[in-house]
């Protein structure tokens, strides 16, 4: 599955921003979809992941009550829509896939979308 993220740009704190994943490939429902993260100097981390149904999503602590995922399967797309921002969000958003349940350790998502820059000015 190929992924194409979109969505980023320069917003200020408590600001809104929508991101959006477009899926092209075999089988999308057969994937579990979620969005990490990367700030400059630190590891990536999970932000939200949702499973195939779109029943079952799991959020970071760090964000949760803020950003809320889901999924369009008849879109192929996931979005990830981020309220109250604040500038420790700023970051490279990544989404990502992986066949099966919900994981949140990216190094069990093999396939990966380019990246969308966040950036908070507060």
């Known amino acids: 599955v190929q992924l194409q993220a979109s969505g980023g740009g320069l917003v200020q704190a408590g600001d809104s921003l929508r991101l959006s994943c477009a899926a092209s490939?075999?089988?999308?429902?057969?994937?579990?979809l979620s969005w990490f993260r990367q700030a400059p100097g630190k590891e990536r981390e999970f932000v939200a992941g949702?499973?195939?149904?779109?029943?079952?999503?799991s959020t970071a602590d760090s964000v949760k009550g803020r950003f809320t995922i889901s999924r369009d399967n008849a879109k192929n797309t996931v979005y990830l829509q981020m309220n109250s921002l604040k500038s420790e969000d700023t970051a490279v958003y990544y989404c990502?896939?992986?066949?099966?349940?919900?994981?949140?350790?990216?190094?069990?998502?093999?396939?990966w979308g380019q990246g969308t820059q966040v950036t908070v000015s507060s």
């Open positions: 490939g075999r089988s999308f429902t057969a994937y579990t």
């Open positions: 990502a896939a992986v066949e099966g349940w919900l994981k949140r350790q990216s190094s069990d998502y093999p396939f």
């Open positions: 949702v499973t195939w149904s779109g029943i079952r999503t």
